[in-house]
């Protein structure tokens, strides 16, 4: 019998495995002016192009179901999979629905990417997005408000109407909602691991890639309504915090056997683009526009990302362990892509503070083409074995 949680994972599951994008030809092809813009990882203002009336679709990837051909012949063999299986993607036609690439600043290969992108689909929109270095509101703020600005300046003239602030304003509120109704699904894994497994979760969370923020939204609702009431039976496993997964998408196979080896994830950065801003944008009382808010938010409650400069070296392992304290994990795998900059240069830090807390940690690399997990699973099943044995003794 298909339960409706069935169901729900069924269509997530779906959506996730669209990589030729037919929701977003469906979508466009409803209304005439639509348009669509990809959005890289980690972090972009989808809020600007849902106010100039444009669809944000996750780009992160062909995962393993694309074999890569062509895409290996634009970068060297040293860097990570996600940008050789994106241009499969863009060469082979998957991506067309797309009228333009928003490329935020992430590390050196996404800015490549963005300028062969320019190169190769001229027609399209292409913007590298700078985000600030500094976390000074009147210097890093300001800077950041001015770039969102020019963004939405090109936006306007690819949906072809102005923006107002009124409009802005309802795209924030709609994005503050999908991120309650996110941390709220969050909330709930932390709280009972076994109602929400994390290999379900995350076609939940890839399913927003592809959907109206509205959609996607109800999704999340729902599926938390469905699973709090689906009496899962409690397992006992192992709770861990899963990081380094914040770009380049990992094989649903890999969380999977993350899970059969015996650890249960409550906290985790697959969905770190999501989830970037911590609560509201639209902070009560504020008396800044609508750019401002979304510069300001950035600044003050984004959380401490591998991709982001922090000038204290000690800020990212400190909201590491703060986070995965705040969800009860009991031990921290760092699961970065291969090649991957910005975590495996982090890590060596962050991995000091979780030893310093007292924490159990394991770490490996995974690419997102990755088809054998066997050596995975005997690592992260000797971990869960640990920290069950040391959390009883």
């Known amino acids: 019998m298909v339960t409706p949680l069935d169901a729900l994972v069924e269509q997530a599951r779906a ?3 669209d990589l030729r994008l037919d929701a977003v030809r469906r979508w466009k092809a409803e209304a005439p002016g639509r348009f669509a813009i990809g959005c890289l990882p980690v972090w972009t203002p989808r809020e600007l ?19 890569v051909v062509r895409g290996d012949a634009y970068f060297q063999s040293y860097i990570c999979q996600l940008p050789r299986s994106t241009l499969e993607l863009a060469l082979d ?10 490329f935020p600043s992430t590390c050196d290969v996404i800015r490549n990417l963005s300028g062969m992108w320019q190169l190769l689909f001229p027609d399209k929109l292409v913007r590298y997005l700078d ?14 408000a001015r770039e969102l600005k020019e963004l939405l300046h ?50 939940v969370l890839r399913a927003g890639d592809v959907l109206p923020v509205e959609a996607h939204t109800a999704m999340l609702r729902d599926y938390r309504a469905l699973a709090a009431a689906s009496g899962r039976p409690v397992e006992d496993q192992a709770r861990v915090a899963l990081t380094g997964c914040f770009c380049e998408r990992p094989p649903l196979g890999l969380i999977q056997t993350i899970e059969r080896s015996g650890c249960a994830i409550v906290e985790d950065d697959l ?4 989830r970037f801003v911590r609560g509201d944008v639209t902070p009560s009382g504020a008396a800044e526009g609508p750019l401002e808010a979304l510069a300001l938010a950035f600044i003050e409650r984004g959380r401490a990302a591998q991709t982001m400069f922090l000038p204290d070296h000690c800020a990212k392992g400190a909201a590491l362990v703060d986070d995965a304290r705040r969800a009860g994990a009991e031990g921290v795998i760092f699961a970065a892509a291969s ?22 940690s394991t770490s490996f690399k995974y690419a997102e083409n990755t088809g054998q997990f066997q050596s995975i699973r005997e690592q992260t099943g000797a971990f ?4 069950k044995i040391w959390s009883e003794a």
Do not use: N
């Open 131 to 144: 985000v600030p270095q500094s976390l000074r509101p009147e210097l890093g703020g300001a800077f950041f």
């Open 271 to 274: 969905a770190l683009g999501q």
């Open 154 to 203: 090109d936006l306007q003239r690819l949906g072809g109407r102005p923006v107002t602030d009124e409009a802005l304003w309802a795209s924030i509120a709609a994005y503050d909602a999908h991120r309650q109704a996110l941390e709220e699904v969050y909330a709930l894994r932390a709280a009972q691991p076994w109602l929400v497994p994390t290999s379900e979760l995350y076609l």
């Open 384 to 387: 869960a074995d640990t920290i």
């Open 49 to 67: 192009i849902h106010a100039a009336g444009g669809l944000p679709v996750g780009v992160r990837g062909g995962g393993d179901a694309v074999e």
């Open 93 to 102: 036609g998957s991506l067309d629905p797309l009228d333009g690439v928003i």
């Open 339 to 360: 090649f991957c900059d910005p975590a495996l240069l982090d890590q060596p830090m962050t991995a000091k503070a979780v030893e310093a807390a007292g924490l159990p």
């Open 15 to 17: 959506l996730a495995d």
